[in-house]
């Protein structure tokens, strides 16, 4: 008795303790925000904080670097020849290449044969150019030492040695540059040592110097990057926070490689004020452009204020697309994936659960119009725009992001228009965005059930499958794509189509696939519960087919179960409907060997499933098939009905048969896919999703209802005592294993210290067989049952 | 994001099971089968490269883990451009790394002749290498086993609570048995290397020790001296200098390697490896300007970009940058490629060679295996 108590149920098909998903795992953005290109990509909208972590390393600041390190080279020095000496060598690969020199023909080492650059470096002459560039790197490799020996792992990082090499390291190359500073007399280098010594003297806070050498190379010559870096160190070492607002906002224009820096440290709220520090229109169109960027909510009227101020404000198109995605996540993440808008699980965690589900989804509702009408408003302005000529939007992309917020808006007609508007010369990811476009016009406009909308639909899915793994989440947003046109499918009932659309999109975290899923069920989700019969022949004629159509053969690529899962499903769902000559011929066609062998079956359909135990010492041995033991099924009640003399013992059997197939038993596997602990007292066991949906089905399962009524008709069949017995205690049995306590019970039980809880539950389940108890008494099976077990015999043992 | 706990479990229990999974190594035998490089810096092998491989019936990988330069800011060997295993997690775990659980991977590490110059200490650095080795054994193990939704496996038994669904993992694990070292050692760093190779062995008992060996090192044999080792890959390519603008081709010239070859046999057994890259050498005015990797016959040929000269010649038509050189018109490009027709008559000529058991290819490049028809020569080599 005492395993009856524990809980031991299976384990639970956990492939992890916990699951939790990021927004960014299945937030909706059905425009690429790519479509502005990649150099704003750290900032594209996210339900982190940002949408990467890696600032922009061949953006216009160091393009320009490039280019003024080849014009002091000459001798056609190529930028990047340059960039490949600057930028892309570690500090000790430049030391060995130095070291490793240039042969007797001119010809330099291995690492940079044929630059011009390096070449240029290895001349005497040039020694002075070469010693600045060590020192510089030199300077940068100190300042982001990591550890002082690569080989140890890193969490053995001595971090003070590496903060005294690093320090060392500085100390060294500061003071040869402070000497080179004073010596050297080319302008070109002289200048590039006064830069680093201002950078120095910021991080050594040293405002008086940092001034000096601003206001003396840097102040008067704005153009090359030099000063832009120079001005970008200013604003960390300006006392007027105005100020530095301001020329953070700056920077972030002028400076690619420091734009996460500019991002992190600008107070939107300071924003307004910092205007006074603006010179033109231009500048004051930065400054609120970094301030909507910071935006998470709604921005229009930012961008509306920038669009006044500056229609060349570069960041507007990284406005309006970040706007759109917005709009996608408010209105669609919820809605195709049923996660709600994405957010951050750390962050929220506590938030997301101290309301009922129902109280949220009121406020869903709620604020699913308010996104809708400003959706309108947003779509409204870029209307605005795409009428207009010039600016910082191209017309192409205006067309293209009109005409994709009339599609959120489900305007197709509208929609058209704009999309018909891009031209051929569009870039390619704009001309990439348009397949999606296409595609939402075909669910939008077209009936999708027929052959040659499915045609174009192959085509253009097989378009967006190709770019899917070229941008940032492009997967994701490929899944959801599928996932929406699944949806689409099984709206008109198309049930078939929808299966395979959404196999396609299984990696893609939705509501119902929150859980403990193994693959194997990951690939029958969802027809388990969902689907008839001819609904997997269906799937199975497809699978088929010989002559399948460009549409198909999308279809039937996606992920999918194996034709011996089908046909278990099959079976399974006639099994569930007690259509057990149906259930017989859908496993014969089954491998053998396959539930021996696969998935869970090998370990869970393995007990005699005529004996009720759940000792483990008694399991006896499951029949050689699912398609055996069925067919023992069929054969005990045809000869209950022909031969009545069998009618008790019969009926017994398959009592426990169908007792031992219900969630309690130990043969559950024959009718559900999962098992978990008290997924019988709740809708939804949080991250477990295998339960049945219909309450028919739930009755049968967990109330074990099949299994009592084929017992009653065993204990009406006879009056002997010892059947009777037999049946009852199996009732009490299973309603002490599927009991839920009430509130006052609940209540009460929280009252208690906490090892008094386990004898406040054994009482529960013990009171289930007090009846029982007191009614058979005299009989054999109740001595057998107590001398057994030791808990019963504790409470009702003579 | 699912999954995330497992993976410090499972990490925890895969850092126990590494230590006495090392010791149950199968026995080391002369290697048979089509074996390849694979010579990246991240490694991504996909369903479509396995189901070719399948079909090659590829066995093992040499996998490049990492290299080992000379860094003069610390004054120490350290290992440099590590084979970024792709952070196979992403969301989800990706099946790309996965594929290669099948084979047995041999880890490879390049040596940068330099460190050798310098006076290092054999067993510290072969103990600091191996260290790594395992650590990547075991991150690479743990990749290919099926610990997420892997719908190719779907239907074997659910993984982490049941010890034999570990299998592919610990398979994996046990099928590596060799480690090989890559250096173009000299006369002058010759012993450096030898006692570096030793030190190696002693460091991982039970472990295949095998080297590298260039045509130079082969065909110089005294000067170069035998490595000590269990045996040997003889690079069959890279036969002269890219830099120089007489040479005819650099990757492979059938007078130099009758050459090389004419001394045939070696007292260590060796595994012939064959080219299966190209570049271009590019040139202005007689001066060398920088490979053009995986430049071809087939990317020039019928290019308005290209005008032959010669065989294997072209020059430049206009001014281009081009593999990040700028290009002048009148330039030239030399084609470093050995063809199909001289790879296979390599495989036969090389077949004739008691001490070359086997062969292997460098590198892994699916359309050019196709090309060369990869599976023929293999089949005819067959020892």
Do not use: H, I, Q
């Given at each position: 008795m005492i395993v009856f108590l524990g809980l031991l149920l299976p384990l639970p098909f956990a492939n992890a303790c916990g699951i939790s998903y990021i927004g960014e795992d299945y937030r909706v953005a059905?425009?690429?925000?790519y479509v502005i290109g990649d150099e704003y990509s750290a900032f594209f909208y996210s339900a982190e904080w940002l949408n990467s972590y890696e600032n922009d390393k061949k953006g216009g600041d160091r393009k320009r670097n490039c280019e003024a390190w080849a014009a002091y080279a000459g001798?056609?020095?190529t930028a990047s020849e340059v960039r490949a000496v600057l930028y892309d060598t570690p500090y000790d690969d430049l030391l060995n290449a130095v070291s490793e020199g240039v042969d007797a023909n001119g010809v330099n080492s291995q690492r940079f044969s044929g630059n011009a650059f390096f070449q240029f470096l290895m001349k005497k002459e040039k020694r002075a150019a070469l010693d600045y560039l060590l020192l510089a790197k030199g300077y940068e490799q100190f300042s982001s030492l990591e550890s002082t020996d690569p080989w140890a792992d890193y969490w053995a990082t001595d971090s003070e040695k590496v903060m005294s090499e690093s320090e060392r390291g500085k100390k060294d190359v500061k003071s040869k540059m402070n000497k080179q500073f004073k010596l050297v007399k080319d302008p070109f280098l002289k200048r590039r040592y006064a830069y680093q010594l201002l950078v120095m003297s910021r991080y050594d806070s040293n405002a008086e110097r940092f001034e000096q050498l601003y206001a003396e190379h840097f102040r008067a010559d704005k153009k090359d990057a030099l000063s832009a870096w120079a001005t970008f160190h200013r604003a960390a070492i300006v006392e007027d926070s105005l100020e530095a607002n301001y020329l953070l906002a700056l920077s972030f224009r002028d400076c690619p490689e420091k734009r996460i820096y500019c991002y992190q440290h600008f107070k939107k709220d300071l924003a307004i004020r910092s205007l006074a520090y603006c010179k033109n229109n231009e500048e004051k169109a930065m400054v609120m452009a970094l301030a909507a960027l910071r935006n998470p909510g709604r921005a229009l009227s930012q961008i509306e204020e920038i669009q006044s101020l500056?229609?060349?404000?570069?960041?507007l198109p990284l406005l309006l697309v970040r706007e759109t995605n917005k709009l996608e996540d408010w209105l669609l993440t919820d809605e195709v994936?049923?996660?709600?808008?994405?957010?951050?699980?750390?962050?929220n965690m506590d938030e997301k659960w101290e309301w009922s589900t129902d109280q949220w989804a009121e406020y869903r509702k709620l604020n699913k119009q308010k996104d809708g009408q400003y959706l309108a408003q947003v779509r409204q302005f870029v209307v605005g725009v795409a009428s207009q000529k010039g600016g910082a939007l191209s017309g192409d992309l205006a067309n293209l992001l009109v005409g994709h917020l009339f599609l959120m808006e489900k305007k197709g007609k509208d929609a058209e228009k704009y999309l018909q508007s891009i031209s051929i010369k569009a870039t390619p990811q704009v001309t990439e965005q348009q397949a999606t476009e296409q595609l939402l016009m075909l669910m939008n406009k077209s009936d999708i059930t027929r052959p040659e909308v499915k045609a174009e639909l192959a085509e253009l899915l097989g378009k967006l499958g190709k770019i899917k793994d070229k941008y940032r989440r492009g997967d994701r947003d490929f899944w959801v794509i599928t996932l929406i046109l699944s949806q689409e499918y099984q709206q008109k009932g198309d049930l078939l189509t929808a299966f395979f659309l959404h196999n396609h999109s299984l990696e893609l975290p939705t509501f119902q696939r929150n859980d403990y899923g193994t693959a194997y069920y990951e690939l029958i989700r969802f027809l388990d519960w969902t689907a008839t019969e001819k609904d997997i022949d269906n799937i199975l004629a497809l699978l088929e087919k010989k002559d399948k159509t460009a549409f198909e053969r999308y279809l039937t690529a996606a992920p999918l179960p194996s034709r011996n899962a089908l046909l278990d499903l099959r079976g399974t769902i006639s099994f569930r409907k007690n259509d057990l000559p149906a259930a017989v011929s859908a496993f014969e066609k089954v491998d053998k060997d396959f539930w021996k062998t696969k998935y869970e079956f090998r370990y869970h359909l393995v007990s005699d499933p005529f004996t009720v135990s759940r000792d483990s010492l008694k399991r006896g041995v499951f029949p050689a098939s699912k398609a055996e033991f069925v067919k023992r099924l069929i054969d005990l009640e045809n000869e209950a009905k022909s031969n009545p003399s069998k009618l008790t013992n019969n009926y017994f059997m398959l009592g426990t048969a169908w007792l031992n197939c219900s969630y309690v038993g130990k043969t559950w596997m024959m009718f559900s896919y999962g098992n978990s602990v008290m997924e019988n007292e709740m809708e939804r066991w949080f991250n477990y999703s295998y339960q049945p949906t219909s309450k028919e089905m739930k009755d049968i399962y967990y109330g074990a209802n099949r299994a009592f009524e084929y017992f009653d008709k065993a204990k009406a069949s006879t009056k002997e005592k010892e059947v009777h017995a037999k049946v009852d205690y199996l009732r009490a049995w299973h309603q002490s294993l599927s009991y839920k306590l009430t509130q006052a019970e609940e209540d009460e039980m929280h009252s208690l210290d906490w090892d008094k809880q386990g004898a406040f539950l054994l009482d529960k389940e013990m009171s289930y067989f007090r009846e029982w108890a007191k009614a058979y008494k005299s009989t054999g099976y109740y001595k057998d049952r107590v001398t057994t077990c030791p808990v019963l015999a504790t409470y009702y043992g003579e | 994001m699912k999954k995330a706990l497992l993976l410090a479990v499972v990490l925890g229990l895969t850092v126990l099971l590494s230590a006495s999974l090392l010791r149950k190594k199968e026995t080391v035998k002369t290697p048979s089968g089509c074996s390849f490089y694979y010579w990246k810096t991240s490694l991504s092998f996909d369903k479509a490269e396995k189901a070719l491989a399948d079909s090659l019936g590829l066995k093992r990988l040499y996998l490049r883990y990492f290299d080992v330069d000379w860094s003069p800011t610390l004054e120490m060997p350290v290992p440099v451009g590590k084979l970024d295993l792709g952070n196979n997690y992403n969301g989800s775990f990706n099946q790309v790394v996965a594929h290669i659980g099948d084979y047995q991977v041999i880890p490879t590490i390049y040596l940068v002749n330099r460190v050798f110059e310098k006076n290092i200490n054999a067993d510290t650095l072969a103990a600091q290498i191996s260290r790594k080795i395992a650590g990547y054994n075991v991150d690479l193990s743990y990749q290919t086993a099926?610990?997420?939704?892997?719908y190719e496996r779907a239907e074997e038994p659910s993984v982490w609570y049941l010890p034999d669904s570990l299998m592919p993992y610990t398979q994996f694990q046990n099928r590596i048995n060799e480690i090989q070292l890559d250096c173009d050692w000299t006369p002058k760093t010759r012993d450096r290397y030898f006692k570096f190779l030793k030190a190696m062995k002693k460091a991982n008992p039970g472990m295949a020790i095998s080297c590298t060996v260039r045509l130079h090192q082969f065909r110089d044999r005294e000067q170069a001296g035998i490595p000590p080792a269990d045996r040997g890959t003889?690079?069959?390519?890279?036969?002269?200098?890219?830099?120089?603008?007489?040479?005819?081709d650099a990757v492979f010239d059938e007078a130099l390697v009758n050459g090389y070859l004419k001394n045939g046999e070696y007292p260590l057994a060796l595994e012939a490896a064959l080219p299966l890259f190209s570049w271009g050498a590019l040139f202005h005015e007689n001066q060398f300007k920088g490979l053009a990797a995986g430049l071809s016959e087939k990317d020039v040929k019928g290019n308005p970009l290209f005008a032959p000269v010669s065989e294997g010649k072209y020059r430049f038509t206009q001014d281009t940058v081009f593999a990040n050189a700028y290009m002048r018109q009148g330039d030239l490009v030399r084609l470093d490629e050995a063809s199909p027709e001289e790879v296979a008559a390599l495989a036969g000529q090389l077949s004739k060679i008691k001490a070359v058991k086997n062969i292997s290819f460098f590198d892994w490049n699916p359309s050019r295996i196709r090309e060369y028809h990869v599976h023929e020569i293999c089949k005819k080599f067959g020892r």
């Open positions: 059905l425009l690429n925000p001798s056609g020095v500056d229609v060349n404000c570069p960041l994936t049923g996660m709600g808008t994405a957010f951050y699980p750390e962050e | 099926d610990w997420g939704n892997n003889l690079m069959c390519y890279n036969m002269a200098a890219p830099k120089d603008f007489a040479t005819r």
